[in-house]
């Protein structure tokens, strides 16, 4: 049997804001650092991870150099789990863009928005199509009875769970919530996963 346990990254100001980071070099602030750490020594007390892989984007490389700190694996960057390019929306407010561009707001515009191109950026259905990708190469990859940890961004972990649970692009991202540093247990059993924890922040307590 196969282990991955999925973690988002640590906070941002842009996450303190409400800011749209897609790819941009964004650092961890002091509250994302301490979340790492965290997050790092909860990890190394409940998983035997065999090896990371993180997305190349720099809060995540971050995250991942922190967690290291406590769990001793070799680690991967993969572009293939970066967040989505949302091209020129990238640093403006979520909020603003819903009011000002409704045609990438997904509660008002269904299916229709996942498929929708920002200028210079992806639609989230290729997000989606690289993230599955990106999930089976690891399956690939994993030894039997192993732990994979990957390092990535809400974005990538909504689809990926809706994907395992047959939801579509636009129910993944509008019925799923990832806290900064959630964890999230999955377990892979020949061709069958299970989703046995989400968005778990235990580790703050």
Known sequence: MKRVVVVRHGETDWNLHGRMQGWAPVPLNRTGREQADRVGRYLLERHDVDRIVASDLHRTR??????????????TYESAWRERHI??????????VVERFPAFALDETGIDAADRVPESGESLLDVRERVVGAWDALLDGAADDGTVLVVTHGGPIYL????LKGMDARRSLCEHSQSNCAVNELRVDGGDVEVVREDVTEWES
């Open 87 to 96: 091209g020129v929306y990238q640093g403006l407010d979520y909020e603003d």
């Open 62 to 75: 971050e995250t991942t150099d922190i967690v290291t700190a406590h769990v001793d694996a070799p680690v």
């Open 160 to 163: 990926l769970l809706g994907y």
